[in-house]
Nanobody, 122 residues
Framework: EVQLVESGGGLVQAGGSLRLSCLAS????????IGWFRQAPGKEREGVSC???????YYADSMKGRFTISRDNAKNTVYLQMSSLKPEDTAVYYC????????????????WGQGTQVTVSS
């Protein structure tokens, strides 16, 4: 059974940092791209960042320079280090998996975690 479990969310002040983790099981982790998406209340889900199976990374424009994605294949885990957080980063953050390559489209990811809440106060 494919499982993705996010952790690390919480409440932080603007300008602060958080590190999210996505622990995967039930598939060959090294063969999959892992993406991070987020959804704020009343808004559509949007792509945040993605890391390919071979390690290439991608970021949405508003996250470049503030967020860093990485993966530890030995631990079946992908991390999202978030810095210089802004109130507009408040959302539920989800990780998702798809074979090999990243995509901007959430619908191309077949497996999803349950999400972790990130709240940034001003």
């Amino acid at each position: 059974e494919v499982q993705l479990v996010e952790s690390g969310g919480g409440l932080v002040q603007a300008g602060g940092s958080l590190r999210l983790s996505c622990l995967a099981s039930g598939f060959t982790f090294g063969d999959y791209a892992i993406g991070w998406f987020r959804q704020a209340p009343g808004k559509e889900r949007e792509g945040v960042s993605c890391i390919r199976s071979i390690g290439y990374t991608y970021y949405a424009d508003s996250m470049k320079g503030r967020f860093t994605i990485s993966r530890d294949n030995a631990k079946n885990t992908v991390y999202l280090q978030m810095s210089s957080l802004k109130p507009e980063d408040t959302a539920v953050y989800y990780c998702a998996a798809r074979p090999k390559v990243c995509s901007d489209y959430a619908t191309y990811f077949g497996s999803w975690g349950q999400g972790t809440q990130v709240t940034v106060s001003s």
